[in-house]
């Protein structure tokens, strides 16, 4: 049992519309062109987003860690918009080390999460007041589809981890893609996309 001494305090954050969580102590962590070599069907148009400034596609703000695993955290990311070559601004998407769950909370924007279990892909939308739900071992990664930045509240145990590496490895099977005004989900490999 834990003492009462020991519990983490409870807090309140505000969202502001920007990377603040109020008075709140918070990380910040930022994923610049750079960071997503590797993950991109167009490495060419890549490396010029890099040469031209290597700017930041996303930034995920979140309350500082406490000390108990299981806690549940959160986190306020926000992408912004554009493409590199064909292909919509993405997060380098991850798999929980550990079998957890995940829910992602619309703000503002419009996006999706492409998810897959290496078998099966799905792609769900995200917008303003919409919930995703993310299974245990499902992989899965934020793409902003609109003209605007894309803001979403993660939830999930502090246990869960992130494995990135199988991501960069394996893909997701799809890619998400400018097309005209809208997207398109393109499918890859042989996994049914759903």
Known sequence: MVSMAALANPFVAILDGGDSLGDVATT????????????VADEAALAVLVDDGDRAVYRVAKPASSQF??????????????VIGEELHMTK????VLPR???YVGLEGLGGV???DFQRVRWLELRPRSIVTIPPGWAHRAVNVGHERLRFIAIYPQD????????????LGARVVRHGDGYRVLGGDDLELT
Do not use: N, Q
Not at 28 to 39: E, I, K, P, Q, W
Not at 72 to 79: E, Y
């Open 93 to 96: 998407g991850h798999l929980h």
């Open 114 to 116: 492409l998810l897959s």
């Open 160 to 171: 869960a981890g992130t494995d990135y590496a199988t991501v960069a490895a394996r893909g």
């Open 101 to 103: 769950a995940e829910m």
């Open 28 to 39: 910040m962590s930022v994923c610049r062109y750079s960071d997503l070599a590797g993950l």
């Open 69 to 82: 695993g299981d806690e549940l955290r959160f986190a306020v990311t926000t992408i912004e918009s554009g």
